[in-house]
């Protein structure tokens, strides 16, 4: 059965249904009703009150340039006042459900012909606050509105991927400036998938911040900003069962884009669809930053309301002493939370274009630590804990993974390998000592003939780089390989292979050569001579001092991807994540940012606190790390240039260092320790099996 008849007739059928929370104050619009009651500031030039302005030119308005420095106001609006005085702000913030429309973007799903995807993105006038949540080891959690997220205008999205038989493959849901997919229908109104009702998806907006879940309740946990003392603290949406927008109802859908002309004839009409071209923003920028005593105030609010809390402090210390002195113990510095963009128009956003692959994060499976380890925060050197990396031994089989670990480094220096993830029954220790970790395990073939391939891994004693080969997938047995040229390296390195040459690049001394990243290669059993990736190329090179190991990939293309972390001026706090590339292993490409740029992230806290994970089934390359509200985040690229929005691999539970991953054509492995209450259930190997 092949796509037949017009796009906003087919769209209609899979059309969504909305559910709102009862307490929500902002309902969704039309952007054509916010634009009527909107100024438009065009960066340079005169503010165009409300209804003087469009961006089609319609008769009697002026039309506006669709570039990115122009953006739309509500009058008399601040974006930061609660209960802003007159009812005429309010009236714009709190949209027309009756003016709700859903607009519709057709694409196609990468190397499918037999499945489209239709997004359907949903328009509010205004985002309110999502709620600081406090839940303790003692007694029930508590909750408080938390106004930091207020912005004027928000886009939300659901995209529902179809294939030619009319069946429903996968549903993605926006979640705060990303998107999450759910694999498979909900069996119970609890379970963890999609809710339809007959073809159409059913889907929940949080109070305040839109975001979209498949069901009802929560917390759904946006980011903890704190878990110490049997305390998590930190941001969570909720959803419930209120009003209900049904878009498939008459008038509700407006087609916005057609990426399938060769599937659907239709396009949009040229006047109504104006506004898809705007490269600005829907919403002004607001500076309000939360300090600490902000944040210590709303605390202190949910903590007077708990009873054991209440009790103790009254009893050990005048109230407002003792608040103060344990929420100092949980909160000793507080993040400096963002200023919040208007919200970007949706085509130049990465969820309209970019090729997400769905992936099922079931809860992690937990082990604990090899006896007599521990785990400490950390990536590098005596800061690090614990350092791992895996590969797939077997065609296809991430069943057969290896997984080594380094412990922590002040009880045992030697390297630990694992096998066997569906048992997890088989660990030992090998004969490798390293002082710095082990890093970039690989497999390579060793003979066309015999089809057997040998694990390479790479350690670091001192400042000496070791690389270690097993000959063939089942040995126990490792041998040093001939020393390595790699004079300037001040960290472990990444190991690729790709036309039978083997790839080792790490970071090296920018004393001695401005360019931060190096690299030595091994082809016929020779080592080349120590060459470096030219600084122009790496990202922040010039700061790029220390920091943790780079990390490769290699596509079926013959393409080499190498992922590193970009360090501020200090070494051990990375700010971001950016890539090269190469074909030749001589000519490079770069530097290409990965985006991984949280909510709630502020200018004191990184955006990421651990090296990267990086790994390829030779089509795609998918990326973990762990983000500066300690979430383990996963993006996904084709071509190590454009990367998808960071997921939040489910069920996080802390992860606390350097990530695992291993992927294959039927699933992904994730491995990382973590902590998993608040530090009181003591630390724990986790794994995420990951279905594709």
């Not at 090729?355 to 005596?382: C, D, F, H, M, N």
């Not at 003939?449 to 400042?463: D, K, P, R, V």
Request: net charge negative.
């Amino acid at each position: 059965m092949a796509f037949s008849g017009k796009l906003i007739d087919f769209a209609q059928r899979f059309a969504p249904i909305l559910v709102l929370h009862p307490a929500e104050p902002y309902l969704p619009t039309s952007v054509d009703w916010y634009i009527q009651r909107t100024n438009y500031f065009p960066g340079s030039g005169a503010m165009l009150q409300p209804g003087t302005w469009s961006f089609s030119g319609a008769s009697g308005t002026q039309k506006v340039p669709a570039g990115p420095d122009g953006y739309l106001s509500i009058p008399g609006d601040d974006s930061v006042t609660v209960f802003p005085p007159g009812n005429d702000v309010f009236a714009v913030r709190q949209g027309s459900i009756a003016d709700a429309k859903a607009y519709v973007h057709a694409r196609p799903v990468p190397g499918r012909s037999d499945q489209i995807d239709l997004q359907y993105w949903f328009f509010y006038a205004f985002n309110g606050p999502e709620y600081l949540y406090v839940a303790s080891f003692y007694h029930s959690p508590a909750t408080a509105d938390f106004n930091q997220s207020f912005h004027q205008g928000d886009w939300e999205f659901v995209t529902v991927r179809v294939d030619n038989n009319d069946n429903i493959v996968a549903v993605r849901l926006s979640q705060h400036s990303g998107g999450v997919w759910y694999m498979q229908p909900a069996t119970t109104k609890s379970g963890g998938g999609y809710q339809t009702k007959g073809k159409q998806v059913v889907v929940y907006a949080a109070r305040g911040s839109h975001a979209l879940y498949p069901a009802p309740g929560g917390p759904h946990m946006i980011g903890s900003l704190i878990n110490k003392l049997g305390y998590t603290i930190g941001l969570a949406d909720f959803t419930g069962n209120g009003t209900q927008v049904d878009y498939s109802g008459k008038g509700r859908l407006v087609l916005a884009d057609n990426d399938l002309p060769g599937v659907f004839a239709d396009q949009p009409d040229a006047a109504t669809a104006a506004w898809v071209a705007f490269q600005g923003h829907w919403g002004p920028n607001m500076t309000r930053h939360i300090s600490y005593d902000d944040l210590a105030a709303y605390i202190q609010t949910l903590l007077t309301g708990m009873p054991v809390e209440s009790t103790l402090l009254t009893y050990l210390a005048p109230g407002t002493v003792a608040l103060a002195a344990l929420i100092a113990a949980l909160i000793p510095l507080a993040p400096e939370l963002p200023y919040q963009d208007g919200p970007a128009n949706p085509p130049i956003q990465r969820a309209w274009s970019e090729a997400v692959e769905p992936i099922s994060w079931p809860k992690p499976q937990l082990l604990p630590l090899y006896p007599g380890t521990t785990v400490l925060p950390g990536y590098r050197g005596p800061q690090d804990g614990y350092q791992g990396s895996a590969v797939a031994l077997g065609p296809a089989d991430i069943r057969n993974a290896e997984f080594y670990f380094w412990p922590n480094l002040l009880l045992d220096q030697q390297v630990y390998w694992h096998t066997d993830t569906t048992r997890r029954s088989l660990i030992q220790k090998t004969k490798i000592a390293s002082t710095n970790g082990v890093t970039g395990i690989i497999t390579v073939p060793s003979g066309q003939s015999t089809g057997l391939i040998q694990c390479f891994l790479l350690t670091m004693n001192g400042a000496q780089l070791m690389l270690w080969n097993a000959g063939d997938a089942t040995s126990q047995t490792w041998q040093a390989v001939t020393s390595m040229p790699a004079t300037q390296a001040t960290s472990l390195g990444a190991l690729a292979w790709s036309n039978n040459t083997l790839l080792c690049a790490y970071r090296q001394n920018v004393a001695a050569n401005p360019a931060p990243l190096a690299y030595i290669t091994l082809g016929n059993s020779t080592w080349s001579t120590e060459q470096t990736i030219d600084a122009t190329k790496c990202w922040r090179g010039d700061k790029a001092t220390l920091g943790p190991a780079p990390v490769a990939a290699t596509l079926a293309s013959g393409m080499t991807v190498i992922v590193y972390a970009t360090p501020s001026n200090d070494p051990m706090n990375p700010v971001g994540l950016a890539a090269v590339t190469t074909t030749d292993f001589a000519n490079w490409a770069g530097p290409y940012a990965l985006p991984v740029d949280v909510d709630y992230v502020g200018d004191n806290t990184p955006s990421v606190v651990s090296a990267p994970a990086l790994a390829s089934d030779g089509t795609s390359l998918f990326c973990a790390f762990i983000d500066g509200l300690h979430q383990l985040r996963l993006t996904q690229s084709l071509d190590g240039e454009q990367w998808s929005d960071p997921v939040i691999v489910a069920q996080s539970l802390n992860p606390l260092a350097t990530p695992t991953l291993v992927v294959d054509q039927q699933g992904l492995l994730m491995i990382a320790t973590i902590d998993s209450v608040g530090g009181l259930t003591g630390t724990k190997i986790a794994y995420w099996g990951a279905t594709r």
